[in-house]
């Protein structure tokens, strides 16, 4: 079949004409037909806007990735700069905690002396100290490493995301290890004062032997500096931790201590003369049956009127605060005529008086004439049945106030 534009072959002249074709005019132009659109150049401008599309939407997605990535480094580095700005505080704290009991075990160790102490609590509670302060210097050391303030610029590019974003994951890294580091030096630092309080409180515990050979050393000590010296030392002796309450207690313990030396010595010296040595034996006689009540002694020609020739006085107070004390006067007489059965019975006597700060409750205690047949009564109870035990004076006790007396030492 032919195209209907193709040109018709030349016919034979009786040829009929074909009733459709138009007649033209021969001059006239002849135009050629419209060309069809190729499909290539369709496809090719599709593709063309397609990878724009998709370049557009690939740089979209890299900035948001760029964006996200940025933003999980940084909430990562805010984290750790937290956890370790905790940490340094905490250590910090911990330090400062180290440094304080390091000073007071410090003035501990200053005024802890050999008489007041052992002397191997003291060299174990020094070495803990230089251990300790060792500690804290590292400590210090470790602290002063800067920690991460999280701050962060956040750039506009891409790549600068991206490369912002993983120096923010190295400074993570670095707040976690010195978060680490931090933990490490604490944990030290606890063991160590752990090492410290037990042996201070060892120390502490070697006070009691300490205190009771140095009071029994200065025996002669008046009783409020003994009671004084007792207090403190029983102070130390409850301390459980390194401390400025520690410190102060041992303070004072050495102070009383101090006190405790320097009275007694006041006190030996007033005795000193010919009856020295007997009237420091009576004195310990007296301590020996005062049932651990603190006692004074003091010493005049002539007590309660009596004295010297005229024969033996003596005088006594009590006072139950503090466990018990009592001043006991004693005429030069009764050293002189010690170790004499009167003198023995009459120093009984006044220790009766001295001990009622003990047993107070037992009888009317605000009744002087039952405190003079108390003290008759305690003195037979003893053992004493010389006149100088209150008898000549007093009268004899009733026996049940006897009795009485006997369940008192």
């Avoid at 999280?150 to 912002?164: I, N, Q, V």
């Avoid at 290890?177 to 309080?197: K, N, W, Y």
Wanted: aromatic share 6%.
């Amino acid at each position: 079949m032919e195209h209907p534009d193709a040109q018709a072959r030349p016919e034979a002249a009786d040829a009929t004409p074909v009733p459709w074709a138009p007649e033209r005019d021969a001059a006239a132009p002849v135009f050629a037909p419209r060309a069809k659109p190729r499909t290539g150049v369709v496809v090719a401008w599709c593709g063309a806007a397609l990878a724009v599309i998709m370049l557009a939407a690939g740089g979209a997605f890299v900035h948001v990735s760029a964006n996200e990535t940025f933003d999980v480094a940084e909430v990562r580095l805010e984290r750790a700069a937290e956890a370790e700005a905790s940490a340094h505080h905490s250590l910090t704290a911990a330090r400062s905690a180290a440094e304080r009991s390091v000073l007071s075990g410090e003035q501990i160790l200053a005024a802890a002396t050999d008489e007041l102490v052992h002397p191997d609590a003291r060299s174990a509670l020094g070495e803990a100290l230089a251990t300790m302060s060792a500690g804290a210097d590292d400590a210090r050391e470790v602290l002063d490493d800067p920690v991460d303030d999280a701050g962060a610029r956040k750039p506009l590019w891409p790549w600068e995301l991206f490369a912002e974003a993983s120096a923010l994951d190295e400074r993570a890294s670095a707040a976690g290890a010195s978060v680490d580091d931090f933990a490490e030096m604490e944990s030290i630092l606890e063991v160590r004062h752990e090492q410290l309080t037990e042996t201070a409180v060892a120390l502490y515990a070697s006070t009691v032997a300490a205190a009771d050979a140095l009071e029994a050393a200065h025996v002669s000590a008046r009783a409020g500096a003994v009671l004084d010296f007792r207090d403190a030392a029983d102070r130390v002796a409850q301390q459980r931790h390194v401390g400025s309450d520690a410190a102060v207690a041992f303070s004072l313990y050495a102070t009383s201590a101090q006190t405790l030396a320097s009275s007694a010595q006041s006190e030996l010296a007033e005795k000193a003369g010919p009856l020295f040595a007997t009237r420091l034996e009576i004195e310990a006689y007296a301590r020996s049956i005062a049932g651990g009540v603190v006692l004074d002694f003091d010493w005049a020609p002539v007590v309660a009127g009596t004295g010297g020739s005229r024969g033996i006085g003596g005088t006594a107070t009590w006072d139950s605060a503090r466990g018990g004390s009592s001043t006991i006067t004693l005429s030069h007489s009764v050293a002189e005529w010690w170790p004499n059965a009167d003198s023995r019975a009459l120093v009984a006597h006044e220790v009766g008086h001295a001990i009622t700060s003990k047993c107070h409750d037992k009888f009317d205690s605000q009744n002087a004439d039952a405190n003079e047949e108390w003290a008759t009564a305690w003195a037979i109870s003893m053992g004493h049945t010389a006149e100088g035990n209150g008898v000549q004076a007093y009268g004899y006790p009733s026996q049940e106030m006897i009795d009485l007396a006997a369940t008192c030492r």
